[in-house]
Structure formats: C-alpha cells, structure tokens
C-alpha cells in the first residue's frame, strides 16, 4: 500500500464516522490525520492514533471498518518501521 493509497483509506472512514456521526473512532483518527508534512514521526503518530482507535472503538464500527484500520496499521508500521 503507498502513502496515496493509506491516505484515501484514512479519507474513506473519516467520511464515513462524519456521515453517521461516530465521535469517538473521528477523535482518534483526526489527532493524527490528515499528516502535516509526511515525515516519519507523523506517520508514527497516525500509526499510534490508528492503533489506539482500534483497540478503544470495537463496539463503535463495524467488521469492514476495523479490517481497514488493521490494513492501514499494517501499511503505515511498514513506512514507519522498515524506511
């Protein structure tokens, strides 16, 4: 997955949680979203934020949508991690 690509993930759900107003997966995901310069501590910090919404907003989206926060964890430990 390319930055682009974790990038319109992020969009995707952010759109998603504002149309049906989910306050606490948005909370999470705009602490780290969208990056302000791409540089590798942003990427760290969406990398905690996405992590962090994962493990605190369970009951709050559905099984599609934790499969795109595990996919975009996974995509952005690998710009973080192995850069």
């Known amino acids: 997955m390319f930055p682009d ?3 319109a993930g992020c969009f995707e ?3 998603i949680w504002c149309e049906r107003r989910a306050a606490g997966p948005l909370r999470h995901l705009l602490r780290a979203w969208p990056l302000s310069n791409s ?3 942003d990427w760290g910090d969406l990398h905690e934020a996405l992590r ?3 493990a605190n907003c369970r009951t709050e989206i559905s099984d599609a949508e934790m499969t795109t926060v ?3 964890i996974s995509a952005v430990a ?3 991690f192995q850069r």
């Open 39 to 41: 540089l590798t501590d």
């Open 70 to 72: 595990d996919d975009l």
């Open 52 to 54: 962090a919404l994962r």
């Open 13 to 15: 759900l952010f759109d």
């Open 5 to 7: 690509d974790i990038n």
């Open 78 to 80: 690998v710009i973080v």
